[in-house]
Structure formats: structure tokens, C-alpha cells
């Protein structure tokens, strides 16, 4: 039996050990995926404990992918330039390596599932927090022609892409979003609750040819997404296929199995249970 999980706070909510369990099982692997609740300060006393029950890997969520990233002995790539680690793999000599699925996710979602293009494309990221910060190293590869980012707080936006240092990119303030873009990233935290949510943008940032993207997933259609079809949007999307593409890749790190996602993205949406 393979001891895998999530760690994070809040972890309740998370859809992970179902999907985890469904790869294992199509793979003919004996899982246990565990949610894992951190209480506050203890991170590494968690990890410590996990591992002590002979875990083969985990997944780190919301507010530990920094905590992960400094913890970890060795880092991917992808988790070096993002500073944010979302899976743990344990290497045969035990050795704690980090890795960041969420950018790599993201992207095959964007590109595979839903074909959308990023290279050569404007694109306007909205928000500047972790979320952003671990997507923005794998977009930035796909060599989009230019990536606004616009946030709330000005401040952090000029600060993200001041430690990221692409000629592509830019913090833009509302005055800036003058033009339409191909493609829309939602990374705000916000909206998951309507009464939250107000955008401030122009309408105009999206047109018939925009393709918007929220990297929330929620049973309903999120508030952002809602905003991007009244104005017009061409195609939308959640963050669904980005979490399984993401659980997919974490999946590969540990077992070396290529999963297919398809099956699990079109069941989920379906709100059909993953356990048959
Ligand atoms: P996460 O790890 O989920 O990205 P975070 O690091 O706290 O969480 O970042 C949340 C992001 O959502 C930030 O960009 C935040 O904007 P601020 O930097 O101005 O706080 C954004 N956000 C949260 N609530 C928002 C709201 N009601 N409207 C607009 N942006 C919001």
C-alpha cells in the first residue's frame, strides 16, 4: 500500500484522494491518498509525521506551497523558478524533491484539452498572488507575446514581475487595459463566493475572440466566467481540467505511469462520482 496525501489548510474540500484513487485504480496500484489538515505553525512537524508513516510522496495545497518549496532538498525546474512547491516526491535515497505541477497543468490543459493557443498570444493575467506565481514560470516558456498582469494591488503585480524579469512582461494599471486579449487568466482568490466578486476591469479587455480562463473550479459557472460571456467572450473555462492535469502529472512523478485525464475531466464535469 502506497501512503500518499494532501496537505494544506483548509484540505476538507479537496477533490485529490478521489482522483488519486482513480488513477491507482485504473493503474492497478494499492493507494491510500489522505487529506491532510496542517494546523497553523505546523507544517514541518506534519510533513515530519507523514513521512514518519511511510509516505511515498504527498501534495501540498493552500497556504504550504512556500513552506514546500523551502523544505524541499531538491527542486524541479518548474518549482525552482516559481518558488512553490505542489508535490513532494521521496527519492530512493530519501531525499525530499519538489516539484510544481500546477504550471505544467495549466498549460496542458490550456493546449491539450481545450486547444487553445498561448504562443504569439496577448495574454492579461488578473491577480498576483501564489496561485499566479505558480503558473506564471510555465506560461512565460510557451513564449506568449506579452503578459499583463493586473492586480488589485498594484504594488504586488510590479513585484511579481520584478522577480520573474521577462521582457514580455508587465504590471499594467487599470489605465492600461486599453486592448483586447486572446487569452484571460483568472488567478484571484476571489469569486468563489459571488457576493465577493467585482471586477473592475474594462469590458473591453475581452472581445469575440477572447478565450478566458478561471483557474477556480466550481460546480456553478464562477463569477469571472460569468463577467467574460456576457461581454462577449469566444470560449471559456474553468479550472477543472487544470486540477486533474495537474494530480496527473504528480501521479507520473511518483509512479512513472502516464495517466489519461480525459475520461476523469469529462466524469467530474458530469458531476458523476469517480469511485466506479
Ligand atoms: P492564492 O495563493 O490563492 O493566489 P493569495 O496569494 O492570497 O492567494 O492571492 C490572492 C489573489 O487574489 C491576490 O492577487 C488578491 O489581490 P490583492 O493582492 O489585491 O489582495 C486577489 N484577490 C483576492 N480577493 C480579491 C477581490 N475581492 N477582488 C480582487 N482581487 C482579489
Known amino acids: ?108 490543459d490550456l493546449k491539450n484539452n481545450l486547444q487553445w493557443d498561448i504562443c504569439q498570444q496577448r495574454v492579461l493575467i488578473l491577480g498576483a498572488g501564489g496561485a499566479v506565481q505558480g503558473i506564471l514560470p510555465s506560461l512565460l516558456l510557451e513564449r506568449p507575446a506579452s503578459v499583463d498582469i493586473y492586480n488589485r494591488t498594484m504594488a504586488k503585480a510590479q513585484q511579481m514581475v520584478g522577480r520573474f524579469n521577462d521582457d514580455c512582461l508587465t504590471a499594467s494599471a487599470l489605465e492600461d487595459l486599453d486592448q483586447h486579449y486572446d487569452l484571460v487568466i483568472s488567478g484571484t482568490s476571489a469569486g468563489l463566493a459571488s457576493d465577493n466578486f467585482s471586477l473592475d476591469i474594462p469590458t473591453s479587455v475581452v472581445g469575440v475572440n477572447s478565450c478566458c480562463y478561471d483557474m477556480i473550479y466550481a460546480a456553478q459557472q464562477t463569477p469571472f466566467l460569468q463577467w467574460c460571456e456576457q461581454n462577449s467572450a469566444a470560449q471559456l473555462s474553468d479550472g477543472l481540467g487544470m486540477l486533474v492535469e495537474q494530480a496527473a502529472l504528480a501521479f507520473e512523478i511518483w509512479f512513472g505511469v502516464d495517466t489519461a485525464t480525459e475520461l476523469v475531466i469529462t466524469k467530474m464535469r458530469a458531476g458523476k462520482s469517480l469511485r466506479q
Open 1 to 108: 500500500m502506497n501512503l500518499l496525501g494532501v496537505l494544506g489548510n483548509p484540505v476538507s474540500h479537496s477533490r485529490s484522494p478521489e482522483i488519486h484513487h482513480y488513477f491507482a485504480r485504473v493503474a492497478n496500484l494499492d493507494i491510500n491518498y489522505e487529506k491532510v489538515l496542517v494546523a497553523d505553525g505546523k507544517f514541518k512537524a506534519t510533513v515530519e509525521h507523514f513521512l514518519s508513516r511511510g509516505a511515498a510522496g504527498f501534495n501540498i495545497t493552500v497556504p504550504h506551497k512556500f513552506d514546500a518549496f523551502q523544505l524541499a532538498g531538491e527542486l524541479s525546474e518548474a518549482a525552482a523558478l516559481s518558488q512553490a512547491v505542489n508535490t513532494i516526491q521521496i527519492l530512493p535515497d530519501g531525499l525530499i524533491k519538489g516539484h510544481n505541477t500546477d504550471g505544467p497543468g495549466l498549460i496542458a
